[in-house]
């Protein structure tokens, strides 16, 4: 396997991604990796690895701007809720991800995914709310409120989003809301899975309550969801 | 593969139970599925057969007794509410399913399952409540409301709901009231799975609306449900 980092610009700010591939024949499709409020490390950079090994290739997005790393909680918010107030910026910064991965040379641009966990989660709903160019779009334990619902028909990729159960930053409420949401803007592919007994930050081993009292590993719902991620890109990038 | 009908009793009825299943060395995990509506005819035996190639051993138990067709929705309606109204006839008769198949000599007992389908759905779940010695319940666009919700700490199974959004027999309020109650009762496993754009009966090739307005197929969420009970069956009774 290859990994390297790559540099993108957009927002006026410059995005260090890392990318993971393998040998291929010829091009293969490309899974954008968006990154958790911590910022791009060693969690997401994992998950490209991951997803390389299946074959992908697969760029971990730097959403804060040359890799930087929130140190505590009240980074993590400030950062977050900087992009979230205002989502042109981070959509500018989620496309420009979108067009490196597309223009690699080994990624076949028209097979395109996205997946991210925790804030990341949310930007792949919000990309995918901007009609991007994504065959499939799962969030893993993503916030699925939006300052911007998609509007119908502007979803391009199938979606699906794998959320805790007891997710205190997407209670059923929201869960219902965002179901609602994809009803009104007639997305043609969507489906919610609803982990039972099962936290925010479920498929991150550091998540052990320490950092977040309500974000906490569930083994299980990381394995479930992870398989059903695989399931879905095998489905959808075939 | 062999197949065979195979007979047992309960509530004062014969019932007419259809066995599926494949040469094996030893016991294998056994499978119950239960029929839709209708009665158990070609659909619930067809899911039988493709259990069995999966390498378990399948029976499609009989709930209404002597194994009746429901001719019409009116007749469906009578005998699903007749035993829905009375729920310990209607447990007595999957109970004696359960034990029928668990007494089977191919069948290690200590690894069973349940699957169903509309009504069949309802039942596993039921069966699920009442605290049947079940490693996985499985409900394929089932109602999911009860007379007699789970209690605390009763319920074994490990359960997974694969429902449609859009199936008026299971409503948003009746998939969050589900979830209140597998809280409520400490479930230990359980995971609710909705697929978008997706109607009553979407894994009926048959349920073309003609019958029922609000049942209708849905290849890709037939598909997509029966991929996600493969790995559930398969995690499970490992």
């Known amino acids: 396997m290859q990994t390297k980092d790559i540099d993108y610009a957009a927002d006026g700010a410059i995005l260090r991604g890392f990318l993971a591939l393998n040998e291929s024949a010829g091009r293969v499709p490309g899974v954008l990796v968006f990154h958790e409020g911590l910022g791009l490390g ?136 965002f179901e609602d949401e994809m009803r009104a803007a007639k997305v043609a592919d969507w489906q919610v899975v609803s982990y039972g007994n099962t936290l925010h930050g479920f498929t991150n081993p550091a998540a052990d309550g320490s950092m977040m009292r309500t974000a906490l590993y569930h083994e299980q719902s990381d394995r479930r969801s992870w398989a059903a991620m695989q399931a879905f890109l095998g489905e959808m990038l075939a």
């Open 42 to 177: 060693d969690f997401a950079m994992e998950k490209a690895r991951q997803l390389a090994s299946l074959g992908y290739v697969a760029l971990a997005a730097d959403m804060f701007g040359e890799r930087r790393q929130a140190k505590n909680l009240q980074e993590v918010s400030t950062i977050v809720a900087g992009l979230r107030a205002e989502p042109e910026r981070l959509l500018a910064r989620a496309h420009a991800a979108l067009a490196t991965l597309a223009g690699l040379q080994q990624v076949d641009a028209s097979r395109l995914a996205a997946i991210g966990f925790c804030f990341g989660g949310s930007v792949v709903l919000e990309l995918a709310r901007s009609g991007a160019d994504l065959k499939a779009a799962v969030s893993f334990h993503g916030v699925l409120a939006t300052k911007q619902p998609a509007s119908e028909g502007q979803v391009k990729a199938s979606i699906l989003v794998l959320t805790g159960a007891e997710d205190p930053l997407a209670p059923p409420d929201q869960v219902a809301a």
